[in-house]
Protein backbone atom coordinates (compact mmCIF):
# COMPACT_ATOMS: atom_id res chain seq x y z
CA UNK A 1 0.00 0.00 0.00
CA UNK A 2 1.47 3.44 -0.75
CA UNK A 3 1.06 5.83 1.67
CA UNK A 4 0.12 9.92 0.45
CA UNK A 5 3.28 12.02 0.99
CA UNK A 6 3.52 14.21 3.97
CA UNK A 7 1.39 17.57 2.66
CA UNK A 8 1.89 20.65 4.80
CA UNK A 9 -0.69 23.67 4.64
CA UNK A 10 0.52 26.91 5.96
CA UNK A 11 0.30 30.85 5.40
CA UNK A 12 3.27 32.47 4.01
CA UNK A 13 4.61 34.48 7.02
CA UNK A 14 3.20 31.91 10.02
CA UNK A 15 5.83 30.82 12.47
CA UNK A 16 3.33 28.14 14.07
CA UNK A 17 4.06 26.57 10.11
CA UNK A 18 7.92 27.36 10.48
CA UNK A 19 8.22 25.31 13.12
CA UNK A 20 7.20 22.28 11.23
CA UNK A 21 9.23 23.21 8.28
CA UNK A 22 12.29 24.07 10.42
CA UNK A 23 11.97 20.58 11.76
CA UNK A 24 11.48 19.09 8.22
CA UNK A 25 14.50 20.69 7.08
CA UNK A 26 16.95 19.59 10.31
CA UNK A 27 15.65 16.04 9.67
CA UNK A 28 16.03 15.98 6.01
CA UNK A 29 12.50 15.27 5.27
CA UNK A 30 10.38 16.39 2.19
CA UNK A 31 6.72 18.26 2.41
CA UNK A 32 4.66 19.26 0.37
CA UNK A 33 3.78 22.40 0.97
CA UNK A 34 0.68 24.67 0.43
CA UNK A 35 0.49 28.30 1.56
CA UNK A 36 -3.03 29.79 2.10
CA UNK A 37 -3.84 33.50 2.51
CA UNK A 38 -5.58 34.77 6.15
CA UNK A 39 -6.86 37.87 4.18
CA UNK A 40 -8.37 36.17 1.25
CA UNK A 41 -10.70 34.06 3.63
CA UNK A 42 -9.00 30.39 3.00
CA UNK A 43 -9.35 29.16 6.20
CA UNK A 44 -12.86 29.87 6.00
CA UNK A 45 -14.26 27.76 3.44
CA UNK A 46 -15.81 24.75 3.85
CA UNK A 47 -13.14 22.82 2.25
CA UNK A 48 -10.77 24.24 4.72
CA UNK A 49 -13.03 23.40 6.80
CA UNK A 50 -13.41 19.43 7.10
CA UNK A 51 -9.33 19.63 7.59
CA UNK A 52 -9.39 21.74 10.63
CA UNK A 53 -12.73 22.42 11.95
CA UNK A 54 -11.12 25.34 14.29
CA UNK A 55 -10.17 27.05 10.86
CA UNK A 56 -6.37 27.73 11.77
CA UNK A 57 -3.25 25.87 10.05
CA UNK A 58 -0.69 24.96 10.16
CA UNK A 59 -2.28 21.35 9.53
CA UNK A 60 0.18 17.89 7.96
CA UNK A 61 -1.37 15.25 6.46
CA UNK A 62 -0.12 12.26 7.83
CA UNK A 63 1.42 9.21 5.67
CA UNK A 64 -1.39 7.22 7.67
CA UNK A 65 -3.60 9.91 5.64
CA UNK A 66 -5.95 12.05 7.92
CA UNK A 67 -4.92 15.81 8.81
CA UNK A 68 -3.58 17.01 11.89
CA UNK A 69 -3.60 20.52 13.95
CA UNK A 70 -1.66 21.85 16.39
CA UNK A 71 1.62 22.67 16.11
CA UNK A 72 3.06 20.62 18.57
CA UNK A 73 1.03 17.53 18.29
CA UNK A 74 2.66 17.51 14.29
CA UNK A 75 6.08 18.51 15.86
CA UNK A 76 5.93 15.28 18.53
CA UNK A 77 4.13 13.09 15.38
CA UNK A 78 7.25 13.86 13.23
CA UNK A 79 9.76 13.83 15.63
CA UNK A 80 9.11 10.22 16.70
CA UNK A 81 11.64 8.02 16.31
CA UNK A 82 14.50 10.75 15.64
CA UNK A 83 16.97 12.31 18.03
CA UNK A 84 14.50 15.55 18.40
CA UNK A 85 12.25 13.32 20.68
CA UNK A 86 13.99 12.17 23.57
CA UNK A 87 12.85 8.38 25.04
CA UNK A 88 13.32 8.82 28.22
CA UNK A 89 10.35 9.21 30.65
CA UNK A 90 11.89 12.14 32.53
CA UNK A 91 13.43 13.63 29.40
CA UNK A 92 10.07 13.82 27.11
CA UNK A 93 8.14 14.97 30.08
CA UNK A 94 10.45 18.19 30.07
CA UNK A 95 9.94 18.20 26.04
CA UNK A 96 6.40 18.57 26.79
CA UNK A 97 6.56 20.91 29.74
CA UNK A 98 8.50 23.13 27.16
CA UNK A 99 5.97 22.48 24.70
CA UNK A 100 3.24 23.84 26.76
CA UNK A 101 4.79 26.54 27.92
CA UNK A 102 5.61 27.52 24.29
CA UNK A 103 1.86 27.35 23.99
CA UNK A 104 0.11 29.23 27.17
CA UNK A 105 2.93 31.67 27.71
CA UNK A 106 5.18 32.39 24.81
CA UNK A 107 3.63 31.55 21.62
CA UNK A 108 0.49 34.45 21.50
CA UNK A 109 2.36 37.21 23.92
CA UNK A 110 5.07 37.17 20.98
CA UNK A 111 3.08 36.47 17.83
CA UNK A 112 0.00 39.11 18.35
CA UNK A 113 2.67 41.96 18.51
CA UNK A 114 4.31 40.51 15.52
CA UNK A 115 0.79 40.38 14.22
CA UNK A 116 -0.69 43.75 14.06
CA UNK A 117 2.23 45.86 14.95
CA UNK A 118 4.28 44.80 11.73
CA UNK A 119 2.08 42.05 9.58
CA UNK A 120 -0.94 44.04 9.69
CA UNK A 121 0.04 47.58 10.50
CA UNK A 122 -3.17 48.34 12.68
CA UNK A 123 -1.27 48.91 16.06
CA UNK A 124 1.46 51.05 17.25
CA UNK A 125 4.50 49.32 19.36
CA UNK A 126 3.29 51.27 22.52
CA UNK A 127 -0.22 50.13 22.14
CA UNK A 128 -1.51 49.44 25.26
CA UNK A 129 -2.35 46.00 24.02
CA UNK A 130 0.75 45.46 22.55
CA UNK A 131 2.51 46.94 25.76
CA UNK A 132 0.20 44.31 27.98
CA UNK A 133 1.62 41.54 25.63
CA UNK A 134 5.00 42.12 25.87
CA UNK A 135 4.73 42.56 29.50
CA UNK A 136 3.94 38.78 29.45
CA UNK A 137 6.30 37.67 26.48
CA UNK A 138 9.11 39.62 28.75
CA UNK A 139 8.51 37.48 31.12
CA UNK A 140 8.64 33.83 29.40
CA UNK A 141 11.84 35.24 27.85
CA UNK A 142 13.19 36.34 31.15
CA UNK A 143 12.39 32.10 31.57
CA UNK A 144 14.46 31.29 28.96
CA UNK A 145 16.97 33.26 29.09
CA UNK A 146 17.83 31.75 32.82
CA UNK A 147 17.34 28.54 31.57
CA UNK A 148 19.61 28.55 28.59
CA UNK A 149 22.77 30.27 31.44
CA UNK A 150 22.22 26.75 32.63
CA UNK A 151 22.19 24.81 29.42
CA UNK A 152 22.93 25.05 25.28
CA UNK A 153 19.53 23.77 25.28
CA UNK A 154 15.88 23.22 26.32
CA UNK A 155 16.19 19.85 26.99
CA UNK A 156 19.56 17.65 27.80
CA UNK A 157 22.07 18.54 25.89
CA UNK A 158 20.93 18.47 22.21
CA UNK A 159 18.46 19.96 20.31
CA UNK A 160 14.92 18.58 20.53
CA UNK A 161 11.25 19.56 19.65
CA UNK A 162 11.26 22.00 22.36
CA UNK A 163 13.59 23.91 20.63
CA UNK A 164 12.38 23.73 17.24
CA UNK A 165 8.77 24.97 18.64
CA UNK A 166 10.41 28.22 20.91
CA UNK A 167 12.62 29.05 17.69
CA UNK A 168 10.54 30.61 15.20
CA UNK A 169 8.24 33.57 17.23
CA UNK A 170 11.54 34.00 19.27
CA UNK A 171 13.52 34.43 16.06
CA UNK A 172 11.29 37.25 14.97
CA UNK A 173 10.18 38.66 18.32
CA UNK A 174 11.77 42.32 17.67
CA UNK A 175 8.78 42.26 14.38
CA UNK A 176 7.06 43.16 17.66
CA UNK A 177 8.27 45.40 19.32
CA UNK A 178 11.17 43.43 21.75
CA UNK A 179 14.71 43.87 22.43
CA UNK A 180 16.87 40.73 22.84
CA UNK A 181 19.43 42.77 24.01
CA UNK A 182 19.13 41.66 27.75
CA UNK A 183 19.03 37.92 26.76
CA UNK A 184 22.51 36.88 25.81
CA UNK A 185 21.92 33.33 26.12
CA UNK A 186 18.49 33.10 24.44
CA UNK A 187 20.62 35.24 21.45
CA UNK A 188 23.28 32.71 21.51
CA UNK A 189 20.76 30.16 21.36
CA UNK A 190 18.84 31.56 18.11
CA UNK A 191 22.58 31.03 16.58
CA UNK A 192 22.83 28.21 17.61
CA UNK A 193 19.57 26.86 15.89
CA UNK A 194 20.67 28.58 12.84
CA UNK A 195 23.51 27.07 12.44
CA UNK A 196 22.26 23.16 12.85
CA UNK A 197 22.59 21.66 9.78
CA UNK A 198 19.40 21.16 7.51
CA UNK A 199 17.47 24.92 9.18
CA UNK A 200 15.30 26.77 6.92
CA UNK A 201 14.23 29.79 7.14
CA UNK A 202 10.99 31.70 7.42
CA UNK A 203 11.24 32.85 3.96
N1 LIG B 1 -2.15 26.44 18.73
C1 LIG B 1 -2.04 26.51 17.31
C2 LIG B 1 -2.10 27.98 16.87
C3 LIG B 1 -2.18 28.10 15.37
C4 LIG B 1 -2.40 29.54 14.93
O1 LIG B 1 -2.47 30.48 15.74
N2 LIG B 1 -2.45 29.72 13.61
C5 LIG B 1 -2.67 31.02 13.03
C6 LIG B 1 -1.55 31.35 12.04
S1 LIG B 1 0.00 31.45 12.87
C7 LIG B 1 -3.99 31.01 12.24
O2 LIG B 1 -4.30 30.05 11.58
N3 LIG B 1 -4.73 32.11 12.33
C8 LIG B 1 -5.95 32.27 11.62
C9 LIG B 1 -7.13 32.36 12.54
O3 LIG B 1 -7.00 32.12 13.75
O4 LIG B 1 -8.21 32.69 12.03
C10 LIG B 1 -0.73 25.87 16.84
O5 LIG B 1 0.25 25.90 17.62
O6 LIG B 1 -0.67 25.32 15.73
Known sequence: MTHPALELIDTIYTGNGWKVRL?????????QRRSLSIVEGDLDT???RRI?????????RTREGPWLAESA???WYLARGT???PTAALAQAQVLQWL????TQHMVNLAQPRLWVELRGTMKRDDPAVLAWR?????ALACMEAHLQLQHYFVGDRPSIADVALFPYTCMAEQGGY??????SLRRWLERMQALEGYVPLL
Open 23 to 31: LCGYLGVTL
Open 46 to 48: EAF
Open 52 to 60: NPWGQVPVL
Open 73 to 75: AIL
Open 83 to 85: DFL
Open 100 to 103: FFEQ
Open 135 to 139: ELGDK
Open 179 to 184: DLQPYP
